[in-house]
């Protein structure tokens, strides 16, 4: 397993743990994670702080170069609103672990020209499948439904 | 002047008052204003709370309904992330107050179905005019540049 990957997988079992949506996001820059976090919807009662988001705040104000030359690992295939974020920034690859239980805005992403790496992760399947399971309403929130 | 405009300017200039980058936003649902907000990047130090996120985080959470049905006001024209956010939750309509000073994604959300009127109100293209000629590195980190 990728560490990055994996750090993002264990960010997704933080949050699992705490209650919340289990998806987790790690930012890597020169081999090294600048930032980490996971989605904060149950937690702080949150409608911004998904993963990527929570990861992007954790890293804090970083320099247009250091986005530029960054990694962002994701659990999950990112929505509309990391998918913004990703952009703005100007991340120039994206390492995600699985598309198979939600599809985000991978090919949004690619026709801006970011690199995509999706894993098919079972760990990431099998975590998103469980939670879907057993909280529909709440992941349906999480994705605008 | 629209109310709701106004209201969202009067967040942009609290930004302002605070040392911050001034953009403002309010979301309306129903003819009432549910979550309001302006740029935190110099308060929080934060690379994800623009307004309309800030807007967005201090409306809670909605359900899909309320999004659905809801309007969102901004000074200047959404960036990629906030665009993202208005996608993600279904915002059907943005009134924006000015896109001379930048253009944001409104080429995305109008090819999403999202109707955008564009105001080019004197008050905020003035307000970030001022702002981006006092502070361009400080506006030029937050669009990503």
Same mark, same amino acid.
């Given at each position: 397993?990728?560490?990055?990957?994996?750090?993002?997988?264990?960010?997704?079992?933080?949050?699992?743990?705490?209650?919340?949506?289990?998806?987790?996001?790690?930012?890597?820059?020169? &081999?090294? +994670?600048?930032?980490? $976090?996971?989605? *904060?919807? @149950?937690?702080?009662?949150?409608? /911004?702080?998904?993963? %990527?988001?929570?990861?992007?705040?954790?890293?804090?104000?970083?320099?247009?170069?250091?986005?530029?030359?960054?990694?962002?690992?994701?659990?999950?295939?990112?929505?509309?609103?990391?998918? &913004?974020? +990703?952009?703005?920034? $100007?991340?120039? *690859?994206? @390492?995600?672990?699985?598309?198979? /239980?939600?599809?985000? %805005?991978?090919?949004?992403?690619?026709?801006?020209?970011?690199?995509?790496?999706?894993?098919?992760?079972?760990?990431?399947?099998?975590?998103?499948?469980?939670?879907?399971?057993?909280?529909?309403?709440?992941?349906?929130?999480?994705?605008?439904?």
């Amino acid at each position: 397993m990728d560490p990055f990957m994996q750090a993002a997988i264990d960010e997704a079992r933080q949050g699992q743990e705490e209650g919340g949506i289990p998806i987790g996001s790690v930012i890597v820059h020169d &081999g090294r +994670i600048i930032g980490r $976090g996971h989605n *904060r919807r @149950v937690q702080r009662q949150s409608a /911004t702080l998904h993963a %990527e988001m929570d990861a992007f705040e954790n890293a804090g104000r970083q320099p247009a170069a250091v986005y530029r030359d960054a990694v962002l690992y994701t659990t999950l295939s990112p929505c509309a609103m990391c998918t &913004g974020a +990703i952009l703005l920034y $100007g991340i120039p *690859r994206v @390492v995600i672990g699985e598309n198979q /239980t939600f599809m985000g %805005e991978e090919a949004l992403l690619k026709t801006r020209g970011v690199s995509v790496d999706v894993l098919q992760d079972s760990q990431c399947i099998e975590m998103m499948e469980a939670f879907i399971a057993a909280k529909p309403e709440l992941w349906n929130e999480d994705i605008g439904v």
